[in-house]
């Protein structure tokens, strides 16, 4: 396929407005593509030669591609500098100054999409000395060849976004349509890719033999599964009414990790399925003493201060999550590992089986005395008194909650349901019981003493996972402290979108908008009725949240936008509110 059929799909897509039709112009641009075109082109569309959870990276900063744009375009580095102070896109700079490049376009070679992709492979794996320059020539070489609007998308890859707002519902939805016609065939891609997580990969084996190439699709050591998450409790009566005898763990504010092991190798997975193992090494360490050669488990990592004994706040935790000095903040802030679940062990793909039953196998796995690694504390209980009194202790403790789990039922990977409920103390003098995590859509400009920070509130939705949009419900104009305003200002700037990005929905309209990308944590009053804004909406009204403040601690750098709280779980609060 050639790279200028994949740009002007990538053209027209960034021009709808609209979801449904986003979808079909995807399967177009699929369509054209062979099956092992289309893996690349997956990947290419996030910005990246592999898998997300890989570590494999194109890592090219900014600079450099501004530098191989000065050397294609024979423009000064000055110029195109301003140029991207001023459009703040690389991707419209490429657009200009390869447009109106000196040179002759004469020696062009065509490029093809296998071509861009090999270019970029060659700089993810460039090392050593030289490896800078290599890098550059290898990205100056395609923008030799590429036309003005090849060289847009060719600019934007390296910095990790195409800015084209595609979540993975969307590129599901538009393979069916590839290779059916319609979107019946969304279903067993998704259960497919709640099990992998290689979206490109799947999309190879979908397009060569249909739904039977993915048929086998399943849960192995090195791919990360979708996580599980639960649904939030009204009452501890609930819990008893729909679980009847349930498992109940202490929920802990940690910080989450699927952990693989396979052979010698193990490997630590974020919530956002991304590789975190460079992060925990003693958490590798203890893994490797395991005796399962393959095993995959589900736990939660926190911190602890060594004098106290004390566990400290997920915030905390993630302190962690720079790349350099870990050795000596794991001496300073040591962690325990809580395994909760286990989904594979040697050979065997332990999903399908009841919780009752994985926990009694994850006991046997953990070894005793390890100083990382444990079977997080878990009861039964049959009758809710009994919880209730359970639950009481729990929050005397400080711990946020507690996790109930259906003894019966499966490991539901990527799906939210009853097979899990969670239950915390109500929130402050809230009538909410939880937060929620909303998605940023937009900001507005600050007036007065705000100016200065060009920032003065966020506008946020929620994540709808029938259409795969994002629905508005709050604008948040106070609470932030002045750093938080700066912080907001300089990484909202960079994801401006020129107009409303398509799979954002609402009336409300903010100064800028963004691309979907970064998830808040907002607390509010309470959760409301509104004509104004679209979470839900039905007859006119939708979900509003009432008094919306950030929760300390701002962005939740472990949740993508459609891991965000999603329409149905507000509907859900909605009414809990309302029955207590
Ligand atoms: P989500 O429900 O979307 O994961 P969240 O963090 O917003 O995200 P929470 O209610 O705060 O929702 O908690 C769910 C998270 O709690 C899990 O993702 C996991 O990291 C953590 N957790 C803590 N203890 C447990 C436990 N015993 N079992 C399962 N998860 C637990």
Same mark, same amino acid.
């Given at each position: 396929?050639?790279?200028?059929?994949?740009?002007?799909?990538?053209?027209?897509?960034?021009?709808?407005?609209?979801?449904?039709? *986003?979808?079909?112009?995807?399967?177009?641009?699929?369509?054209? #593509?062979?099956?092992?075109?289309?893996?690349? /082109? /997956?990947?290419?569309?996030?910005?990246?030669?592999?898998?997300?959870?890989?570590?494999?990276?194109?890592?090219?900063?900014?600079?450099?591609?501004?530098?191989?744009?000065?050397?294609?375009?024979?423009?000064?580095?000055?110029?195109?500098?301003?140029?991207?102070?001023?459009?703040?896109?690389?991707?419209?700079?490429?657009?200009?100054?390869?447009?109106?490049? =000196?040179?002759?376009?004469?020696?062009?070679?065509?490029?093809?999409?296998?071509?861009?992709?090999?270019?970029?492979?060659?700089? #993810?794996?460039?090392?050593?000395?030289?490896?800078?320059?290599?890098?550059?020539?290898?990205?100056?070489?395609?923008?030799?060849?590429?036309?003005?609007?090849?060289?847009?998308?060719?600019?934007? /890859?390296?910095?990790?976004?195409?800015?084209?707002?595609?979540?993975? +519902?969307?590129?599901?939805?538009?393979?069916?349509?590839?290779?059916?016609?319609?979107?019946?065939?969304?279903?067993?891609?998704?259960?497919?890719?709640?099990?992998?997580?290689?979206?490109?990969?799947? #999309? &190879?084996?979908?397009?060569?033999?249909?739904?039977?190439?993915?048929?086998?699709?399943?849960?192995?050591?090195?791919?990360?599964?979708?996580?599980?998450?639960?649904? @939030?409790?009204?009452?501890?009566?609930?819990? !008893?009414?729909?679980?009847?005898?349930?498992?109940?763990?202490?929920?802990?504010?940690?910080? @989450?990790?699927?952990?693989?092991?396979?052979?010698?190798?193990?490997?630590?997975?974020?919530? $956002?399925?991304?590789? !975190?193992?460079?992060?925990?090494?003693?958490?590798?360490?203890?893994?490797? &003493?395991?005796?399962?050669?393959?095993?995959?488990?589900?736990?939660?990592?926190?911190?602890?201060?060594?004098?106290?004994?004390?566990? %400290?706040?997920?915030?905390?935790?993630? $302190?962690?999550?720079?790349?350099?000095?870990?050795?000596? $903040?794991?001496?300073?802030?040591?962690?325990?590992? !809580?395994?909760?679940?286990?989904?594979?062990?040697?050979?065997?793909?332990?999903?399908?089986?009841?919780?009752?039953?994985?926990?009694?196998?994850?006991?046997?796995?953990?070894?005793?005395?390890? +100083?990382? %690694?444990?079977?997080?504390?878990?009861?039964?209980?049959?009758?809710?008194?009994?919880?209730?009194?359970?639950?009481?202790?729990?929050?005397?403790?400080?711990?946020?909650?507690? *996790?109930?789990?259906?003894?019966?039922?499966?490991?539901?990977?990527?799906?939210?349901?009853?097979?899990?409920?969670?239950?915390?103390?109500?929130?402050?003098?809230?009538?909410?019981?939880?937060?929620?995590?909303?998605?940023?859509?937009?900001?507005?400009?600050?007036?007065?003493?705000?100016?200065?920070?060009?920032?003065?509130?966020?506008?946020?939705?929620?994540?709808?996972?029938?259409?795969?949009?994002?629905?508005?419900?709050?604008?948040?104009?106070?609470?932030?402290?002045?750093?938080? *305003?700066?912080?907001?200002?300089?990484?909202?700037?960079?994801? =401006?979108?020129?107009? &409303?990005?398509?799979?954002?929905?609402?009336?409300?309209?903010?100064?800028?908008?963004?691309? +979907? $990308?970064?998830?808040?944590? %907002?607390? #509010?009053?309470?959760?409301?009725?509104?004509?104004?804004?679209?979470?839900?909406?039905?007859?006119?009204?939708?979900?509003?949240?009432?008094? +919306?403040?950030?929760?300390?601690?701002?962005?939740?750098?472990?949740?993508?936008?459609?891991?965000?709280?999603?329409?149905?779980?507000?509907?859900? !609060?909605?009414?809990?509110?309302?029955?207590?």
């Amino acid at each position: 396929m050639k790279f200028s059929e994949l740009a002007d799909g990538l053209e027209k897509l960034e021009s709808t407005s609209s979801r449904l039709e *986003m979808t079909d112009l995807l399967a177009d641009v699929f369509k054209k #593509a062979k099956p092992n075109e289309l893996q690349k /082109i /997956i990947y290419l569309m996030q910005g990246r030669i592999s898998p997300s959870f890989s570590n494999l990276e194109i890592g090219m900063g900014e600079k450099m591609v501004q530098q191989a744009l000065a050397t294609a375009s024979g423009f000064d580095k000055s110029k195109i500098e301003k140029l991207y102070t001023e459009k703040g896109d690389l991707g419209l700079v490429a657009m200009e100054v390869m447009g109106a490049r =000196k040179q002759s376009a004469l020696a062009r070679r065509e490029l093809s999409v296998d071509d861009v992709f090999e270019n970029f492979v060659k700089i #993810a794996t460039a090392s050593g000395s030289g490896s800078q320059e290599l890098k550059k020539s290898l990205l100056i070489d395609l923008f030799n060849s590429s036309s003005h609007t090849e060289a847009k998308w060719i600019a934007r /890859i390296p910095t990790g976004s195409l800015r084209l707002g595609v979540g993975e +519902p969307t590129v599901m939805d538009a393979l069916s349509v590839a290779k059916k016609g319609d979107k019946s065939l969304r279903y067993q891609l998704e259960v497919a890719f709640n099990q992998s997580s290689d979206l490109g990969s799947l #999309a &190879k084996a979908f397009m060569e033999k249909g739904a039977k190439g993915i048929e086998n699709y399943s849960v192995n050591p090195g791919f990360p599964i979708r996580a599980a998450l639960g649904e @939030r409790a009204g009452t501890i009566e609930e819990i !008893m009414t729909r679980m009847k005898t349930p498992l109940v763990e202490p929920k802990m504010d940690g910080f @989450r990790q699927q952990i693989h092991k396979k052979g010698n190798e193990v490997t630590i997975y974020s919530r $956002k399925q991304e590789n !975190m193992t460079h992060m925990f090494p003693e958490v590798v360490a203890s893994v490797k &003493k395991l005796k399962a050669k393959n095993i995959i488990l589900d736990a939660e990592a926190l911190g602890y201060n060594p004098k106290t004994g004390s566990y %400290l706040s997920f915030q905390e935790t993630i $302190k962690r999550k720079r790349k350099y000095g870990v050795t000596a $903040k794991a001496e300073e802030m040591p962690l325990h590992v !809580m395994c909760f679940d286990i989904m594979y062990l040697d050979g065997k793909d332990l999903t399908g089986k009841r919780f009752s039953e994985r926990r009694k196998i994850l006991e046997k796995q953990i070894l005793k005395n390890d +100083p990382v %690694l444990t079977v997080i504390d878990q009861q039964e209980f049959r009758d809710a008194k009994s919880l209730e009194k359970y639950f009481k202790g729990i929050v005397k403790k400080n711990i946020e909650g507690i *996790m109930a789990k259906n003894p019966e039922l499966e490991y539901k990977a990527g799906k939210r349901g009853f097979h899990w409920m969670k239950y915390k103390p109500s929130y402050d003098a809230s009538k909410m019981r939880d937060t929620v995590d909303a998605v940023i859509i937009g900001y507005y400009k600050g007036r007065g003493k705000r100016t200065g920070f060009g920032f003065g509130g966020l506008l946020t939705a929620v994540y709808d996972e029938d259409d795969d949009e994002f629905k508005s419900i709050a604008r948040v104009g106070s609470g932030f402290t002045e750093e938080q *305003m700066s912080e907001f200002s300089n990484a909202l700037s960079k994801i =401006k979108a020129a107009k &409303k990005p398509a799979r954002v929905d609402s009336d409300m309209e903010p100064d800028v908008w963004v691309t +979907p $990308k970064y998830v808040v944590t %907002l607390i #509010a009053d309470e959760i409301s009725l509104s004509p104004v804004h679209t979470a839900g909406r039905a007859r006119g009204k939708g979900y509003a949240l009432r008094f +919306p403040r950030i929760v300390s601690g701002g962005v939740r750098i472990d949740k993508n936008p459609e891991q965000a709280t999603t329409v149905s779980e507000i509907m859900r !609060m909605y009414k809990q509110q309302h029955t207590k």
